[in-house]
């Protein structure tokens, strides 16, 4: 399940000025491995002078679809996004994981859902729209953040949908940085804006649930409003975009005990240690051990390394992406969790 598996770029396609989207050529055979849910994402990897780097990016078109579909977004030293707009070509070949993550949706006949997203966080949420639109007859109201109408991502694949159901879909665009004559929609989308949107359009309706993408700032706005009007937390689901090289939290503690810790994947156990005062989570000394480990952005945000811990105690430094109902389960996030007992037994199985 956590092996990378070569596929070729079928299509490459300009989005806008600093984003491309690749279509990605899924043999017949990898066809099973690669079935997904929308809302999930798939992670790269690629060698930058001798050394490892991966990278997540969320697929957006269609479940059904028999091809995948990725944008990439180029960001300010960026080592994957950057090569992305001009160094790959139709035909190379890729190392891609099999599509992972649990920011994803199962649509219900007969509901209304409403969705946040801002800039590249549009990416999932499509890929969510698409899921109601296309596999029940429910309603989405779509409130989508951007800083100029050129800027703006998958403008064309929303315009499409809102002319194929034009009862279904509602969609609201804010922009930051470009004059708007309605102030509602003038500006970035934060809490006073939630407020009147929340007031306005959706008190009334029967929302089954909220869908949020974007940077955390927006999220933490936008629970905090739902929250507040009593909106219940278990149908707020909600997932941070990370831009490449951005680091979320400074905050690092070293291991205060020594701690063997035992791992499972695809049905192998394999055992390492962790010594106390070493500065290094459960994932870094899996690494360190040669142990292959599934990860992506080592933040706590994407949740490729989530695992569930079977045996022992351990500390997250930070978590951007489980919910409650997963910590409840013994879920944890492998890049972000050092050891508070001597023994730990973690699972990727399970």
């Known amino acids: 399940m956590y092996e990378f598996h070569k596929v070729k770029i079928k299509n490459i396609q300009q989005e806008t000025n600093d984003a491309v989207i690749w279509t990605l050529d899924i043999p017949v055979y990898y066809q099973p491995t690669f079935i997904w849910q929308a809302g ?3 992670t790269f990897k690629k060698n930058v002078n001798g050394e490892e780097i991966r990278r997540s990016y969320s697929i957006f078109n269609p479940s059904n679809s028999d091809d995948i579909k990725v944008l990439i977004k180029k960001v300010d030293g960026g080592l994957f996004s950057q090569a992305a707009q001009s160094e790959y070509k139709v035909g190379d070949t890729l190392e891609v994981m099999a ?3 649990h920011f994803v949706m199962v649509p219900q006949d007969d509901k209304n859902y409403a969705m946040f997203a801002a800039g590249s966080g549009i990416t999932p949420v499509l890929g969510m729209i698409y899921e109601v639109l296309h596999h029940s007859n429910s309603h989405i109201n779509l409130y989508y953040g951007n800083s100029t109408v050129q800027s703006t991502l998958l403008k064309s694949q929303l315009a499409d949908l809102k002319d194929q159901y034009p009862e279904r879909l509602s969609i ?3 922009l930051s940085q470009e004059p708007i004559d309605v102030a509602l929609y ?3 989308i934060n809490t006073d804006k939630v407020i009147t949107i929340f007031k306005k ?18 999220i933490d706005e936008v629970k905090a409003v739902l929250t507040e009007n009593g909106v ?12 490449e090289g951005q680091v979320m939290s400074e905050k690092k503690k070293t291991a205060t005990l020594d701690s063997g810790v035992m791992v499972t994947i695809d049905g192998v156990t394999s055992r390492y240690e962790i010594k106390q005062g ?3 989570t459960l994932l870094d000394a899996a690494l360190d051990s040669k142990i292959k480990m599934p990860y992506s952005c080592k933040a706590g945000v994407c949740a490729t390394c989530r695992c569930k811990l079977a045996e022992g105690e351990v500390e997250m430094l930070n978590n951007y992406s489980l919910e409650d109902w997963e910590l409840e389960k013994g879920y944890i996030l492998s890049c972000q969790s050092l050891p508070k007992t001597k023994k730990i037994v973690i699972d990727y199985d399970g």
């Open 278 to 280: 070493e500065d290094k």
């Open 201 to 218: 359009e959706l008190q009334q309706l029967d929302i089954a649930g909220y869908y949020l993408c974007g940077p955390g700032g927006m």
């Open 99 to 101: 599509p992972t993550g």
């Open 186 to 188: 003038s500006g970035r």
């Open 232 to 243: 219940d937390k278990t149908i707020i689901h909600s997932e941070q975009f990370l831009s």
């Open 172 to 174: 609201s665009y804010f």
């Open 40 to 42: 999930q994402h798939l």
